[in-house]
């Protein structure tokens, strides 16, 4: 465990952001950074830019910025860097996407034109919707980790960055269980050597990061970083990794909501939840097993918060379904509705209907920031393996094998500031309240 008040290196010199997957939420991310830093802007929905963190009692009046209570790298220090299957520029990407208006894009189209994608590492086998020209040729898969770690060299070189975070944004890889050569990193070794089809993509970029000492974090429902294989080799790199699945959306809600219900021991005899979404993420995610990935993510959230066993009579036996169809006039403009049948006195029944018209991109875009920058911090004060401070962010949250994920928002935000806290040797916020009162 990391000590009290812990030393962290300062940041210095210029961080680079590298993004496996510049789709929607890549080129939102990157365009809303641009934006952000050229015209002063607030960084909407971004803890690390606008949150805040209480330190000591009430009465000592002492909330800070949490970016001025830890060294965190500046907007102006990030570069990025990234790989697609599309050979697109980002400008191009952004305007395709539709997820920004076009003024808002023509205005930083210079900067947007200079990040053009690296070729990528793609096979079919893992994302069956997609096709692109602008892959890497090479067959074997231990070469191909080689090909990224060498494209991570010359973009370090070239940009004269000091420091690189990895967030895995691309396409919702096919439903992979962890399997043998998942169990080692000597049999993930041999298993890349002889190509072996339970690697996917996502998984040699992983090894590739992990291998050079570069953060990750995931932000698709993919297994990759989640085996005994990365994990082994995080530690042995002391590399901090988390994942996974952006927490955005529908499940965004679901985590805000259920944590209420519980506290209130109101019952819950269904849930039933359905989305509409046009975008490439719909497109792909219209394939049955990218689509069960997510649903793995999607579905297990409300049972971690309910914890039926522990609450049987409001708990049990609750009905939870959850509905993903491709829909391509809603373009990233996602709606999900939810139905909760719930239950209070006497078991009398209630419903709660939300319709949530949400932008898929824009929720996630400030989440990529928070992510590069808390693992940059997390790297700089030798911070390593799975952060689970970090759960906030995340649908399925990585965590330790004996333990069930904390899925509660609310929980996980308090675990992240208390994370912060106890970096910065400050006391952690219990919320007894009673020394007031003595
Ligand atoms: N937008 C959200 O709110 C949200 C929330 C949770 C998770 N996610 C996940 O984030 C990911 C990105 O979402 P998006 O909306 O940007 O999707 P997108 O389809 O617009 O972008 C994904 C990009 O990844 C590229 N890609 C696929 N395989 C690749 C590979 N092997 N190497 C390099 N590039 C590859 C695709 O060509 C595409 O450009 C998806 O997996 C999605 O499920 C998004």
């Not at 102006?76 to 050979?87: A, K, L, Q, Y």
């Not at 590399?239 to 909501?257: A, M, S």
Request: hydrophobic fraction near 40%; include cysteine.
């Amino acid at each position: 465990m990391i000590k009290k008040g812990t030393k962290i290196v300062t940041p210095k010199g210029k961080l680079g952001i590298l993004l496996p997957g510049m789709g929607a939420v890549a080129s939102t991310f990157i365009a809303g950074v641009e934006a952000i830093r050229t015209k002063n802007l607030p960084a909407i929905g971004s803890l690390t830019q606008m949150g805040t963190v209480r330190l000591g009692k009430r009465t000592e009046k002492r909330t800070l910025l949490i970016k001025d209570f830890v060294s965190l790298a500046s907007l102006e220090d990030i570069v990025f860097g990234g790989w697609d299957i599309h050979g697109e520029s980002c400008y191009e990407t952004a305007i395709r996407s539709g997820v920004l208006n076009s003024k808002h894009v023509e205005d930083l189209r210079p900067q947007l034109e200079a990040i053009k994608p690296w070729k990528a590492v793609f096979n079919r086998r893992y994302v069956k919707r997609l096709t692109g020209q602008h892959v890497k040729r090479t067959r074997n898969k231990r070469l191909l980790a080689l090909e990224v770690m060498k494209d991570i060299e010359e973009f370090k070189k070239t940009q004269r960055l000091s420091r690189l975070v990895m967030i895995w944004c691309g396409s919702t890889e096919t439903f992979l269980q962890p399997s043998e050569v998942h169990s080692t990193l000597a049999k993930f070794e041999a298993g890349l050597e002889r190509n072996d089809p339970q690697i996917s993509s996502s998984m040699i970029y992983t090894y590739a990061a992990l291998s050079m000492g570069i953060p990750y974090a995931n932000g698709a429902p993919n297994l990759s970083a989640d085996i005994p294989a990365m994990l082994e080799l995080a530690r042995k790199k002391k590399v901090p990794i988390c994942g996974k699945d952006f927490k955005t959306g529908q499940t965004l809600l679901k985590t805000i909501i259920a944590p209420g219900l519980k506290a209130r021991l109101i019952g819950l005899s269904g849930w039933y939840s359905t989305n509409i979404l046009g975008n490439r993420d719909g497109e792909v995610l219209d394939e049955p097993q990218s689509l069960k990935s997510k649903e793995e993510t999607k579905l297990s959230v409300l049972d971690q918060i309910l914890q039926p066993e522990m609450y049987p009579d409001l708990y049990r036996n609750y009905h939870h379904q959850v509905h993903i169809n491709y829909y391509p006039p809603r373009g990233d403009n996602k709606e999900g509705w939810d139905n909760i049948d719930i239950f209070g006195w006497l078991g009398y029944p209630m419903q709660i209907k939300v319709n949530f018209l949400c932008r898929d991109s824009i929720l996630a875009a400030p989440l990529c920031l928070d992510l590069a920058l808390f693992l940059d911090l997390a790297k700089r004060a030798k911070m390593h393996g799975v952060q689970e401070w970090l759960s906030f962010y995340f649908k399925s949250p990585q965590c330790a094998q004996e333990l069930y994920p904390e899925n509660d928002i609310f929980i996980q935000l308090t675990k992240l500031k208390n994370t912060l806290r106890h970096l910065k040797g400050e006391k952690m916020i219990t919320h007894l309240g009673m020394e007031y009162y003595a």
